[in-house]
């Protein structure tokens, strides 16, 4: 993109929706989910029926969320949190099992498995494509390894095959084959080897908050598992127990039927996102400082977020500056998704070791996420990119 254009560009177009740096909505409602929440508050209004449990439209979202997936069983839930606090239970898990963490994350992972009990043991990421790295899980499993908990990181797939080799390779010598779980709150929809992320784990867990790729009225989640037998216990978890300890998880039927409406529009607002990210990587070409997001061949991106990485001489400052110029001057606000995790969470960093993962603290003072929303138009697609050119060049030249 040539200066002239650029000006243009930044003269012409400034965007009407100033765009956040993770929008607050991630997808969009219209007249299907109004019409929706009337129908089922009015369908509640009776002495007879109200938000009721095990209610039909909370079942119906769990089966086509299940069969959207491609796995078996489905629990929906009122968050990825209490979703992962549950896949944790269900390890069973005692005093010095150890759960693998990649530390660029979002603190969730984390604070489950030690919620549970677990020894954190953080691990690294690949560089291009954020996602813990099976090599160095590898290095760190021991005898007391129980589980491999990645997270789907910012909209892609994690390589899922390749923890669940490891998996077979290294057997706990009670549990049998280490369990792998995924957190695939920002990453609904993407694709791993022509399949959903969410149907090869032992479970995987997803959010329904306002931010992610849909959402259930603000708040929700899912859990999903490919072993049946685990079924029972989880609608026990999130329902006040049975033969086991639980308590109230539950999603209403309100956000079921919100669910379901997001659910039939959820390919298209994905495919909007990729759109938007293939245009901008196109008008990134040749801004030598800023590296654009990878995808590899077998998996199918679905851009929660853009993630970009400048140069390992601009970490921090002038990475920094980049963010201060296209906040400032630009209207542009892009966030760091994400450092690594304990970094903001002082409990994590009292309870973990948080000394063995150099690379992450390193790569965490590097990543730069630019809006994206399945809305923004190409006009508004433009003036970012012009706006992260300028903002560059002036670092550069600072
Ligand atoms: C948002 C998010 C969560 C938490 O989701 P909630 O539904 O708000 O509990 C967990 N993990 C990751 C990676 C997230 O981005």
Redesign the pocket.
């Known amino acids: 993109m040539n200066a002239d254009r650029r000006k243009e560009i930044i003269a012409t177009q400034k965007p009407e929706i100033p765009w956040a740096s993770e929008p607050a909505m991630g997808s969009y409602y219209d007249e299907a989910e109004f019409e929706a929440v009337h129908r089922e508050m009015v369908a509640s209004n009776h002495p007879h029926i109200g938000f009721g449990s095990g209610n039909a439209t909370v079942v119906e979202f769990e089966e086509k969320f299940a069969e959207y997936i491609g796995a078996p069983v489905c629990v929906v839930c009122n968050?990825?949190?209490?979703?992962?606090d549950m896949a944790m239970m269900a390890l069973d898990l005692e005093p010095g099992d150890e759960v693998i963490v990649p530390a660029i994350?979002?603190p969730?992972?984390g604070l489950s498995a030690a919620g549970q009990g677990a020894t954190v043991i953080w691990c690294e990421v690949d560089e291009r494509t954020f996602q813990a790295d099976p090599a160095d899980i590898e290095a760190r499993i021991t005898k007391n390894t129980r589980c491999i908990y990645p997270?789907h990181?910012n909209g892609m797939a994690a390589p899922v095959d390749d923890y669940l080799e490891l998996a077979e390779k290294y057997p706990h010598p009670k549990h049998g084959p280490l369990k792998v779980v995924g957190?695939t709150?920002?990453s609904l929809g993407a694709g791993y080897r022509g399949q959903k992320v969410g149907s090869r784990a032992w479970m995987t867990?997803f959010?329904?908050?306002t931010?992610?790729n849909m959402t259930t009225l603000g708040?929700?989640?899912a859990l999903i598992t490919t072993d049946p037998s685990q079924e029972k216990r989880l609608r026990g978890f999130r329902q006040f127990g049975g033969e086991e300890w639980g308590s109230n998880y539950k999603m209403t039927n309100v956000q079921a039927a919100v669910g379901l409406c997001q659910l039939e529009k959820l390919e298209g607002m994905l495919e909007s996102r990729r759109v938007i990210a293939y245009e901008r990587n196109a008008l990134l070409a040749g801004l030598e400082e800023i590296t654009t997001p990878y995808e590899p061949e077998d998996t199918w991106h679905t851009y929660y977020l853009y993630t970009t990485l400048v140069p390992e001489d601009w970490a921090g400052e002038k990475r920094n500056r980049v963010m201060q110029l296209m906040d400032e001057e630009f209207g542009i606000p892009c966030v760091v998704a994400n450092p690594p995790c304990y970094k903001s969470r002082p409990w994590l960093q009292k309870v973990t070791d948080t000394t063995k993962t150099p690379k992450a603290d390193a790569l965490g003072e590097r990543i730069m996420c630019v809006p994206i929303h399945p809305l923004m138009s190409s006009s508004d697609n433009e003036y970012i990119c012009a706006a992260l050119w300028e903002s560059v060049e002036r670092v550069r030249e600072e």
């Open positions: 968050g990825a949190g209490t979703a992962q994350n979002f969730a992972c997270v990181m957190d709150a920002r867990t959010s329904f908050h931010m992610k708040e929700g989640g």
